[in-house]
């Protein structure tokens, strides 16, 4: 059966290809896509670990991505992932103090989001092509620090697309915002507001669904698309390194194929933690996906509780990309855990909403047993990061190490992936500091060669560039001015 694509919200909405899907970001309704089934992988585990990272991502993608055809998707694949990492492996998986990392962050903005974003905008292209879809994508993109950028480095003069990054100006580390402010590319532009990532995340959504706005873009030949993880097409690549991992540790004699083992996600709006719900549902033998939160921790509260209640109040912490009251992926595991049902999802969400919290039934709380949650505050971060460094000279970055506290309990249960999210020198004052019990210096110039100078890691490309590139002029202003500021990008001339 050929996978279409749904919206958690309205059963009846019309179901649609991958390919639109990905053009169209957030589905009509308001609802976020989901496919209509979950494709188990036959090919047996020992065969998967003897596939290159773009095999495999071929092999996972191509059920899902089946309106693209075989050459459309290599092409992509093949585009996405080569030289623009600094490790031929993409996503090696290393060993630290009794647990495996996977390092996420060998991308050209040195997080995560690379893996997903590096092929978005292929895939995007691709798509527009197949649809014959005449106008220009605007991709609109909230970002509590590093999908700003890597949608920004995916996206920079990519033919037919423009696209608008908000970030929180107050809440982003130095290194993130420099990164943005030194993006090129004439069709990207990003502006800061007096406001938190949750503030620019609903005033994204709003304009997404702001229907008259909507036929405004339409008559000025423009749509809107989106490069945040309510994207099926931000989420699916992420599958892929679940799965990588486990190639890994079977390849390295680390485990046996069909053994059990855990992942601990740093998790923030939920969407890469998803992506490993999912490589679960396709016969990954995962034990237990723990979902790893900072002192803003919803989620654990949520996991422990059945109650999700965003109403408390926002800290910005040492690690930004995990400071998010409102995980927009959550609708999608709440879609799950009532088995398919719109109707419960939809009116979850409009609780969420209306009173800024919900309660999920006994029996969808039960199917949570797939995940484990914990939070770590900012000095069991600190301490974290030190832990490591002490036992064998790595230094992780704030995320990671989140993830890492938060796994130890779970170390003695199954062989643990801890997902490395960032590179430490994204946040290099907060890891110095932490190493050194001492305060960074100001500039994040002599920061960053303090810390090359401890760690003996040298600079990743993106740092290199960074260190040489001038910003471009800071723009700020206020959460309700964001859709004034994106006509006067688009309709001003
Ligand atoms: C985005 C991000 C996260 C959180 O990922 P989600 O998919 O939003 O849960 C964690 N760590 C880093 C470094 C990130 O950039």
Known sequence: MEILYQSTRDPLAKKVTASQAILQGLSPDGGLYVPTQIPIIETPLIELAKLSYQE???????????????????????????????????????????????????????????????????????????????KEIVILTAT???????????????????????????????????????QTGNNTFVLGIDGNFDQAQTNVKKI??????????????????SANSINIGRLLPQIVYYFYAYSQLLTAGKIKAGDKINFSVPTGNFGDILAGYYAKQMGLPIKKLICAS???????????????????????????????????????????????????????MEQLQEDGRYRITAAMQAKLADFAAGFADEQQTATEIKRIFKIDATAVDPHTAVASNVAQPWLTTAPTVIIATASPYKFPQVVWSALTDSAASKGTQKTLAQLKNLIKVPYPPAIEMLLTTTSRAKQTLAPEKMKSAIENILFDD
Request: aromatic share 12%.
């Open 294 to 348: 900072n002192k803003n921790h919803v989620l654990t509260d949520f996991f422990n509780s059945g109650t999700y209640d965003r109403k408390r109040p926002f800290y910005v912490t040492s690690s930004p990309s995990m400071d998010i009251l409102v995980s927009s992926n959550l609708e999608r595991l709440l879609y799950y855990l009532s088995d398919k049902n719109s109707e419960t999802t939809r009116h979850l």
């Open 144 to 182: 509590s620090g590093d999908t700003g950028k890597a949608a920004m480095a995916g996206f920079a003069d990519v033919p037919g697309t423009k696209i608008i990054v908000f970030y929180p100006k107050k809440g982003v580390s130095p290194v993130q915002e420099k990164q943005m402010l030194t």
């Open 56 to 134: 495999l991502a071929f092999k996972i993608l191509k059920p899902y991505l089946n309106d693209f055809s075989t050459q459309e998707l290599q092409t992509c694949l093949a585009a996405a992932y080569g030289n623009n990492f600094d490790n031929p492996a993409i996503a090696p998986l290393t060993e630290h103090a009794g647990a495996f990392y996977l390092e996420l962050f060998h991308g050209p903005t040195i997080a995560f989001k690379d893996l997903a974003l590096q092929l978005l905008p292929q895939l995007m292209i691709t798509a527009a092509h197949k649809n014959q879809l005449e």
């Open 208 to 225: 997404f669904n702001d229907q008259s706005f909507k036929q405004q873009l339409d008559l000025n030949g423009y749509q809107f698309s």
